[in-house]
Protein backbone atom coordinates (compact mmCIF):
# COMPACT_ATOMS: atom_id res chain seq x y z
CA UNK A 1 0.00 0.00 0.00
CA UNK A 2 1.27 3.26 -1.13
CA UNK A 3 0.01 6.89 -1.09
CA UNK A 4 2.47 9.86 -2.51
CA UNK A 5 1.99 13.09 -2.25
CA UNK A 6 2.96 15.84 -3.93
CA UNK A 7 2.59 19.25 -5.24
CA UNK A 8 3.78 21.27 -2.56
CA UNK A 9 5.83 24.20 -2.73
CA UNK A 10 6.02 28.10 -1.63
CA UNK A 11 3.86 30.34 -2.93
CA UNK A 12 2.30 33.85 -1.65
CA UNK A 13 -0.51 34.66 -0.16
CA UNK A 14 -3.74 34.81 -2.52
CA UNK A 15 -1.99 32.13 -4.84
CA UNK A 16 -2.98 28.86 -5.76
CA UNK A 17 -1.70 25.20 -5.60
CA UNK A 18 -2.68 21.91 -6.22
CA UNK A 19 -2.02 18.77 -4.40
CA UNK A 20 -1.85 15.44 -5.89
CA UNK A 21 -2.05 11.82 -4.34
CA UNK A 22 -1.13 8.82 -6.05
CA UNK A 23 -2.68 5.24 -4.58
CA UNK A 24 -1.52 2.06 -5.27
CA UNK A 25 -1.79 -1.59 -3.71
CA UNK A 26 -5.32 -1.25 -2.57
CA UNK A 27 -8.74 -0.95 -4.20
CA UNK A 28 -8.51 2.81 -4.48
CA UNK A 29 -12.48 3.24 -5.68
CA UNK A 30 -13.67 1.56 -2.47
CA UNK A 31 -12.06 4.05 0.03
CA UNK A 32 -13.15 7.52 1.22
CA UNK A 33 -10.11 9.38 0.59
CA UNK A 34 -8.97 12.93 2.22
CA UNK A 35 -6.61 15.75 3.08
CA UNK A 36 -5.41 16.16 6.84
CA UNK A 37 -2.73 18.95 7.48
CA UNK A 38 -0.24 19.82 10.83
CA UNK A 39 1.05 22.98 11.20
CA UNK A 40 3.98 23.38 13.37
CA UNK A 41 3.38 23.28 17.19
CA UNK A 42 -0.68 22.15 16.42
CA UNK A 43 -2.57 19.19 16.75
CA UNK A 44 -2.96 17.43 12.80
CA UNK A 45 -6.40 18.28 11.50
CA UNK A 46 -8.82 17.24 8.65
CA UNK A 47 -8.94 19.19 5.65
CA UNK A 48 -11.62 17.32 3.46
CA UNK A 49 -12.32 14.10 2.26
CA UNK A 50 -14.49 12.51 -0.24
CA UNK A 51 -16.79 9.72 -0.75
CA UNK A 52 -16.28 6.43 -2.42
CA UNK A 53 -19.89 5.80 -3.11
CA UNK A 54 -21.63 9.38 -4.34
CA UNK A 55 -18.68 11.75 -4.27
CA UNK A 56 -20.26 13.03 -1.35
CA UNK A 57 -17.64 16.09 0.25
CA UNK A 58 -16.61 17.22 3.12
CA UNK A 59 -14.73 20.88 3.97
CA UNK A 60 -13.28 21.79 7.14
CA UNK A 61 -14.58 25.23 8.04
CA UNK A 62 -11.52 27.39 7.68
CA UNK A 63 -11.48 25.91 4.37
CA UNK A 64 -14.70 26.08 2.46
CA UNK A 65 -14.91 28.11 -0.61
CA UNK A 66 -11.18 28.06 -1.18
CA UNK A 67 -10.39 24.27 -1.75
CA UNK A 68 -11.56 21.79 -3.67
CA UNK A 69 -11.10 18.08 -3.32
CA UNK A 70 -11.42 15.38 -6.20
CA UNK A 71 -10.65 12.33 -7.74
CA UNK A 72 -9.98 9.80 -10.17
CA UNK A 73 -10.51 6.63 -9.62
CA UNK A 74 -9.28 5.62 -13.38
CA UNK A 75 -5.71 7.18 -12.18
CA UNK A 76 -5.98 6.37 -8.37
CA UNK A 77 -5.65 9.85 -7.81
CA UNK A 78 -6.78 12.51 -5.43
CA UNK A 79 -6.48 16.19 -5.70
CA UNK A 80 -6.76 19.13 -3.74
CA UNK A 81 -7.05 22.50 -5.24
CA UNK A 82 -6.47 24.93 -3.05
CA UNK A 83 -7.06 28.56 -4.39
CA UNK A 84 -6.53 32.18 -1.93
CA UNK A 85 -4.11 30.65 0.11
CA UNK A 86 -3.32 32.29 3.50
CA UNK A 87 -0.70 31.87 5.96
CA UNK A 88 -2.34 29.92 8.49
CA UNK A 89 -2.68 27.40 5.53
CA UNK A 90 1.05 26.87 5.76
CA UNK A 91 1.20 22.94 7.10
CA UNK A 92 2.44 19.67 6.00
CA UNK A 93 -0.55 17.91 4.02
CA UNK A 94 -1.05 14.22 4.25
CA UNK A 95 -3.54 12.16 2.26
CA UNK A 96 -5.09 9.50 3.67
CA UNK A 97 -7.98 6.34 2.96
CA UNK A 98 -10.31 4.89 4.83
CA UNK A 99 -12.39 2.14 4.23
CA UNK A 100 -15.16 3.13 6.09
CA UNK A 101 -14.84 6.56 7.84
CA UNK A 102 -16.47 9.02 5.62
CA UNK A 103 -18.78 11.81 7.69
CA UNK A 104 -20.70 14.52 5.98
CA UNK A 105 -19.99 16.27 9.19
CA UNK A 106 -16.30 15.91 10.46
CA UNK A 107 -13.11 13.88 9.73
CA UNK A 108 -11.39 11.51 12.29
CA UNK A 109 -7.97 10.42 11.75
CA UNK A 110 -8.36 7.16 13.65
CA UNK A 111 -11.22 6.00 10.47
CA UNK A 112 -8.04 6.22 8.06
CA UNK A 113 -6.59 3.09 7.34
CA UNK A 114 -3.81 4.13 4.96
CA UNK A 115 -2.04 7.21 5.34
CA UNK A 116 0.67 9.11 2.64
CA UNK A 117 3.93 10.66 3.84
CA UNK A 118 2.65 14.13 3.62
CA UNK A 119 4.10 17.66 1.40
CA UNK A 120 4.83 20.74 3.18
CA UNK A 121 3.01 23.98 1.93
CA UNK A 122 4.53 27.10 2.83
CA UNK A 123 2.40 30.29 2.13
CA UNK A 124 3.96 33.30 2.76
CA UNK A 125 2.66 36.63 3.41
Known amino acids: VQLQASGGGLVQAGESLRLSCAAS????????VGWFRQAPGKEREGVSCIDSTDGSTYYADSVKGRFTISRDNAKNTLYLQMNGLKPEDTAVYYC???????????????????WGQGTLVTVSS
Open 96 to 114: AASISGYSDYDMIDTWYDY
Open 25 to 32: GFSFHDYA
